[in-house]
């Protein structure tokens, strides 16, 4: 998508960030940057929404629940929407856990998943060869991602990057 639209508009200088969203966010509302990408907290109204996917667990394929043991987690640092969402399912169902590796990288996620060290939350969409999806486990509902920032009136080129995103997400899905 990306290399499609610089092809489109090669006049255009595009940098792209990738971070944490509500990162993202204070940056891009301080005016840092001029769009955002990125999770919308439940209730939440900015932004425009453009996708919805299912939160899961996954684990690696040979992953067991560990009879007597709390539930080893790798979760995003506090802050993060998946982390909150995973410890709050768990402890409403009354299930023991224990977070025991945190990262910054949802590849560090992964890689910690697919080694069957701990247990981790992803986006469906983002879900990587080597993993399976746990359904025994508490439901984690929906994400709701957004564009934040001023797509039509900040720039000219915001609302067609918005739809070279959104055509991305129809066609890859």
């Given at each position: 998508?990306?290399?499609?639209?610089?092809?489109?508009?090669?006049?255009?200088?595009?940098?792209?960030?990738?971070g944490r969203s509500h990162e993202l966010r204070a940056k891009q509302v301080a005016g840092g940057l001029d769009l955002v990408l990125g999770k919308r907290r439940d209730g939440e109204t900015a932004g425009v929404p453009i996708w919805t996917e299912p939160v899961v667990?996954?684990?690696?394929?040979?992953?067991?629940?560990?009879?007597?043991?709390?539930?080893?987690?790798?979760?995003?640092?506090?802050?993060?929407?998946?982390?909150?969402?995973?410890?709050?399912?768990?402890?409403?169902?009354?299930?023991?856990?224990?977070?025991?590796?945190?990262?910054?990288?949802?590849?560090?996620?992964?890689?910690?998943?697919?080694?069957?060290?701990?247990?981790?939350?992803?986006?469906?969409?983002?879900?990587?060869?080597?993993?399976?999806?746990?359904?025994?486990?508490?439901?984690?509902?929906?994400?709701?991602?957004?564009?934040?920032?001023?797509?039509?009136?900040?720039?000219?080129?915001?609302?067609?990057?918005?739809?070279?995103?959104?055509?991305?997400?129809?066609?890859?899905?």
């Amino acid at each position: 998508m990306l290399a499609r639209f610089a092809r489109t508009y090669p006049e255009v200088h595009l940098e792209v960030e990738v971070g944490r969203s509500h990162e993202l966010r204070a940056k891009q509302v301080a005016g840092g940057l001029d769009l955002v990408l990125g999770k919308r907290r439940d209730g939440e109204t900015a932004g425009v929404p453009i996708w919805t996917e299912p939160v899961v667990w996954a684990a690696a394929p040979e992953w067991e629940r560990p009879e007597g043991r709390p539930l080893p987690l790798a979760l995003l640092p506090e802050g993060c929407m998946f982390r909150e969402r995973a410890l709050r399912a768990l402890a409403r169902a009354g299930l023991a856990f224990e977070p025991v590796f945190t990262c910054n990288s949802l590849l560090g996620l992964a890689a910690a998943a697919r080694a069957d060290f701990a247990l981790t939350v992803l986006g469906r969409s983002g879900f990587p060869p080597g993993l399976r999806e746990v359904r025994s486990l508490p439901p984690l509902g929906v994400v709701e991602m957004a564009v934040f920032g001023d797509a039509a009136g900040r720039t000219q080129l915001g609302e067609p990057l918005v739809g070279f995103i959104r055509d991305s997400l129809t066609t890859s899905g």
